[in-house]
């Protein structure tokens, strides 16, 4: 699998995807869920993440590249 670029396809509303992350905080990869973005009031994007300790809508704008999750074990 690669890494996706935000700038070259976005997933689809409801996918759950690993996410990179890189800012003034640092560089991280996160499981999170790309939701359209009707609440937070971000005038950025039209879209958000949501990871399993809550909301990310200020996380998300440092969101650079996504890639969908690998398969399960067997």
Request: aromatic share 14%.
């Amino acid at each position: 699998m690669k890494w996706i670029s935000m700038t070259e396809c976005l997933p689809n509303y409801g996918d759950i995807v690993l996410i990179f992350e890189e800012s003034h905080w640092g560089r991280g990869v996160e499981v999170a869920k790309f939701i359209k973005d009707e609440v937070s009031g971000n005038n950025k994007t039209q879209y958000s993440w949501v990871a399993p300790q809550g909301p990310m809508s200020w996380f998300g704008q440092y969101v650079s590249h996504w890639m969908p999750l690998p398969s399960p074990p067997k």
